[in-house]
């Protein structure tokens, strides 16, 4: 743990949500998150929709819920949400979809696609986004997996994405085509018309907190993607991590940048901020520094959540744009997507005037699993601490990547020991199953405990550190390394700005650890740099740990979502195929 940690920032006059960390472990129990939220009337359950529309709308209806930013401004307040989304629930009950029925979306972030995800909930479908940048075969494969039925989407992307395999696509019945004057196409329905004639009025059915509510596919590199079930009371996990790890108030504006075709566009960019009947900026164009900064200072956002591929975007486009801006309002960012390396905590000090507090979570999770808390010192680098409810352990594995157990119990592992993490089953988002594959959930337990995959080490003070996916851990002559310390020690020198680290085969070690760097502008990427870096690397991470090989490289691959790919950069140092990236996704 390093020996100066940042102390905890305020900003604003607000208190944090999270004042005593141990007071909260203590007293919590999912029972009391539950109360906090406001169930169907007359006890008839517990429905994502209603708490996160019905109910904000009950108490604030003129208040606005979304804000969207881009070439024409709108505004939906909390009772526009709350009509549009019964009339989307009219219209799938009018298309005679039933109770547990799947409903996708293939759209950006426009008005249409947050009516249909909670008008979809509503009516007790299940909800399923798709990634609007996926070609036709990543499409096709969750629309069928999914047994979609009901597809909300563009003219444009139906003709390029779905057009093409609709033939594979027997189940799929509706095709709803949003726009006012979407073009007559075979096969599909304009919305507007189904909307305009739909009533304002509706009421939810029964809903039990167990009912399945949403579908997420996680990744597709290793087969077909997995389609990650959640149900209605996942809204608890949403509200109370909201909550504590955001530290969302009624008066906040909130601005989370994840694509809604993942699940942080859906936990965290919908149903979270609007069950605290926040108001949230949504923003429908894609990266560009200076229209964020823009944005944070007109729509005077006060909480934003963001990822490391963002944060290393703006840091590499300098510290001037932030200045040209007033961003004074901004009192808490925090960020998801992958690790957040230690010189992006210490970045958003020096530019933001705030620390950026990194958290995990999975798809499979549901929600955020452990957080940097605003009422807490962070420790750059570290994911933070699970939340109140949230039970993390560190399970020892064996040389085959097994964990160890004693009569079915994972063997724990000690402080600063490095092993996977495993969660304790009973959260309310945990998912609940992989759609037809029974056998691949089973796996993802040892008995009460789910095993998420991940390479961690806890500290004595009880923070966790992540160092890598269990199938990227480096083996070095009787060393596991974690390529996640590595690069982010390589990423605290000045000349680099990212980093991707792997493992390669060497005939005396197993592996050798080899990095791929990409260099700040205007720095030479030069044999003497490459010594320096191996040097540097060594005296804070030790000759066994630090990397063997330095290569310079300006692309580096990545996702879609910008996590960089380690997977491609071992295939290209052993001269294997690459393989089609359409269907990779981001889990964490």
């Avoid at 019905?54 to 108490?59: E, I, L, N, T, V």
């Avoid at 307040?77 to 989307?88: C, E, G, K, P, V």
């Avoid at 390396?341 to 549901?366: F, K, M, S, Y």
């Avoid at 998912?431 to 998420?452: I, P, Q």
Wanted: hydrophobic share 40%; charged share 25%.
């Amino acid at each position: 743990m390093p020996e100066k940690p940042i102390r905890k920032v305020r900003r604003g006059t607000v208190e944090p949500n999270l004042v005593d960390y141990d007071a909260a472990c203590r007293d919590f129990s999912w029972d009391q998150a539950r109360a906090r939220l406001q169930g169907l009337p007359d006890g008839r359950g517990l429905n994502i929709g209603h708490e996160a529309v019905d109910a904000p709308a009950s108490r604030h209806p003129g208040k606005v819920a979304l804000c969207f930013v881009g070439k024409d401004r709108a505004e939906l307040t909390y009772d526009d949400l709350r009509r549009l989304t019964n009339r989307f629930a009219n219209v799938l009950e009018h298309l005679g979809v039933r109770r547990g029925e799947r409903v996708a979306t293939l759209l950006g972030r426009v008005p249409d696609l947050y009516v249909t995800v909670l008008g979809a909930l509503k009516a007790r479908a299940v909800y399923s986004p798709l990634f609007s940048a996926f070609g036709p075969e990543p499409v096709r494969q969750r629309l069928a997996l999914g047994d979609v039925r009901v597809l909300v989407t563009t003219p444009s992307f139906y003709k390029r994405k779905v057009a093409p395999v609709r033939d594979d696509l027997p189940n799929l019945e509706h095709v709803l085509l949003i726009g006012a004057a979407a073009p007559a196409i075979v096969g599909t329905q304009p919305l507007a018309p189904l909307m305009g004639s739909a009533s304002d009025d509706y009421t939810i059915g029964p809903t039990d907190p167990d009912d399945p509510a949403l579908l997420h596919f996680t990744s597709g590199t290793t087969g077909a993607p997995k389609g990650a079930v959640h149900v209605h009371g996942a809204v608890v996990s949403h509200h109370v991590t909201g909550l504590y790890a955001l530290d969302l108030h009624p008066d906040d504006v909130f601005w989370c940048t994840a694509d809604p075709g993942w699940v942080t566009g859906t936990s965290y960019g919908i149903i979270s901020p609007l069950t605290h009947g926040v108001t949230c900026v949504v923003d429908e164009g894609e990266f560009d520094a200076e229209r964020w900064y823009a944005t944070l200072e007109s729509e005077a956002v006060t909480v934003w959540y963001t990822a490391p591929t963002a944060i290393r975007m703006l840091m590499k486009a300098g510290p001037a744009l932030p200045r040209e801006h007033d961003l004074s309002k901004l009192r808490f960012v925090a960020s998801v997507g992958e690790p957040l390396h230690a010189e992006g905590v210490r970045w958003g000090c020096d530019v933001l005037g705030l620390p950026i507090h990194d958290n995990w979570w999975q798809t499979e999770t549901g929600g955020i699993m452990i957080a940097n808390f605003a009422s807490s010192d962070i420790y750059p680098g570290s994911m933070g601490r699970p939340l109140p409810g949230i039970i993390a352990a560190v399970a020892r594995r064996d040389d085959e990547g097994n964990v160890i157990t004693n009569d079915g119990v994972p063997e724990f592992a000690g402080d600063d020991e490095r092993g996977e993490l495993v969660l304790r089953r009973g959260w309310p988002s945990m998912f609940r199953g992989y759609l037809g594959m029974d056998d691949r959930y089973e796996a993802c337990f040892t008995g009460d405990w789910y095993r998420t995959g991940d390479v961690v080490r806890r500290d004595a003070n009880g923070w966790f550190w992540f160092l890598g996916r269990g199938d990227d851990v480096i083996k070095s002559a009787g060393h596991l390394i974690g390529p996640f310390e590595v690069e982010s020690t390589l990423m605290a020198h000045p000349a680099v700005l990212e980093a991707g680290v792997i493992g390669k085969p060497d005939p005396v070690a197993g592996e050798v650890v080899k990095a791929f760097v990409t260099v700040r502008a205007g720095v030479d990427p030069s044999d003497d740099l490459a010594l320096e870096l191996i040097g540097f690397a060594r005296s804070r991470l030790g000759a066994a740990v630090a990397p063997r090989e330095i290569e310079f490289d300006d692309h580096l691959p990545k996702t879609k979502s910008g996590k960089i790919l380690r997977r491609l950069l071992k295939a290209r140092e052993l001269g294997l195929p690459e393989g089609d990236l359409s269907t990779l996704e981001v889990s964490h």
